[in-house]
């Protein structure tokens, strides 16, 4: 603590001189990296995703080739093949990059879509109220009342199985409980003065939900962001595991620890290395999600 | 009482309908016509429209959907595409299943709970820590890495529990658990993590409260106050954890199954996906929801018997 007081105390630039829309943002960052493990986490997935976005670069071999410059099947680990070989003589330190590169794009790619169309929809809704509110709900309602694997498996029925399509069934999946948050953010912000204000000054409803209030209500759904990365990795690898994701030899996390489960006797690594990388990075948000928890929560931070 | 359990029996049946609607459209929303697969490749225009008329396709949708529900009810589950009928499929996966999502449950009441009350009523001592380490290596790691993990461990390294098949626990109880057990702990773990934590803050926060200091300022041993006074209050909200995790359990059952290859109602959907047979798929989902709906109503009339204040409501 004594090397924080000892620090110059930063006087803030006043609101007039922040830049208008990022200020919220920006400091919820600077108070993220300014926790330990905030910046443990950032710093984790930092380096994941500069891998997996580089696997192409730093994997030696490529993923899906078999019988690559005679490596044998089941190599154990070796500075040539770092996470072994598998049982088609892939190198599996390429397979888990490419995987994890895999995992990560879905997942992103998927809670950033949910993530979107539950926020809008649970702030238009929340800002409307009436009977607009009171049927939105009831739907989102419905929704929930779907465990998150099984509605996934509904919508993987109607649109078949692929990598494409698990983006799609996670996303939905994400939308309802955005919806609900965001609604419930919205009732608290939109009868703040400020608000009032704009209404006063002639502001219309879009532009103050999406402007004024989002800038507000936001940073703290981001908690939310990070948990739903999380699950959505868990959730993509389990379909995928169940054989229900990408088409092989397409690799992701799951597909390659369900490959792995086959040949626990042969090759303890196919299963050790994909699941190590997978709970590291799951670690690594857990973290990222108490983090931000605590950077936007007045209460949690007052803890500390 | 009675008008209570009537007012939350009446809150369920919207909530059935609701998802049943859901589910019903989600068949509906198929891309191509369930007619034309049947029918095969070759069939004239002539037989598809008569195999329309036979599946009443050609009705309205209410119409569909109020025929369907009523043969739901009648227990009518319809027939998959290899022509068994899925209420016999529903049999024969079911218990397994349900035996794996039962014991599951056990193990996390049995280690979730007496763990939570632990460290809520000591705060800040080894039980406390132990449930938070529980909590960081459960709650973080999926289930089926778990399950893949004990696999390696007891199955294959040390050999001391089966890796795959299971036995019914009615016609040999004692191997029905060796098959059971690694199952049961990769799918309970997580929850177990979720009703420690959920008990422990409950606990701690009543551990503060009034009675608690009479309680003890009329002497009575500190045992006694936890569970004859805190205990009974604490366990509202574990309660609905309890419940509401259901839905996650069932979910999380059908992964786990699959990772020690137990036939069960996870293979059967897993399978029922990837040959597009919509008609299982759609009638598991109904029998898992309702499962979960009628759960969490019980819960809710729990609550009642638990806490008498509640009934008033």
Redesign the interface.
Known sequence: MTALTSEPVVVRESWRGRKRHESMLFATVERILRNPVGLVAVSGILVLVVAALGASFIAKYSPNDQAYHGAARYLSPSFDHPFGTDYLRRDLFARTLFGLRNSLLISIGAVTFGSSVGISVGFLSGYAGGWFDAIIM?VI???L??????AA??????L??GLVNLAIAIAVFNIPAFARLSRAQMLVEKNRDYVFASQALGAGPLRIVFRHISANAIPPLLTQVALAINGAI?LS??LS????GEKPPEPSLGSL?ND??SH??DA?WM?AFP?AT??FL??CL?FLADAINEATSPYARRKV | MVAFVVRRLLQGVP?LL??S???FL?LR???GDPATSLAGPDATPQRVEEIRGQLGLNDSLPVQYVRWLGQLLRGDLGTSIRGIEVSRLLKDSMPSTLELAVAAYIFALMLGIPLGVMAGAHPRTGWDWTLSGFTLIS????S??TG??L??LF??QLSWLPTSGRVSFFSNPGQSLEHLLLPAYALGANLAAVLGRYTRTSVAEIMGQDYIRTARAKGLAGRQVVVSHALRNALVPVVTITALQV??V???A??VE??FTRPGM?RL??E???N?D?VV?QST?VV??TI??VVNLSADLAYGFLDPRIRRR
């Open positions: 009831r309602d419905a929704l009342a779907f465990p998150g694997l099984l498996m509904a919508i993987l029925t109607i078949g199985t868990v690898a389990a595991f169940l054989g229900l620890l792995a489960k626990l006797r303890w299963a699941a997978m709970a799951l670690l857990n | 909530v609701l998802a609607i859901a589910v989600v929303l198929v891309p709650i973080g790691i999926p089926f890495l893949i993990l696999l390696w199955g294959v839905g996650a069932l979910a999380g059908v992964v699959q990772v996870g959907v897993v029922a996906i990837q597009r919509y798929v989902l898992l929801v979960f709906v």
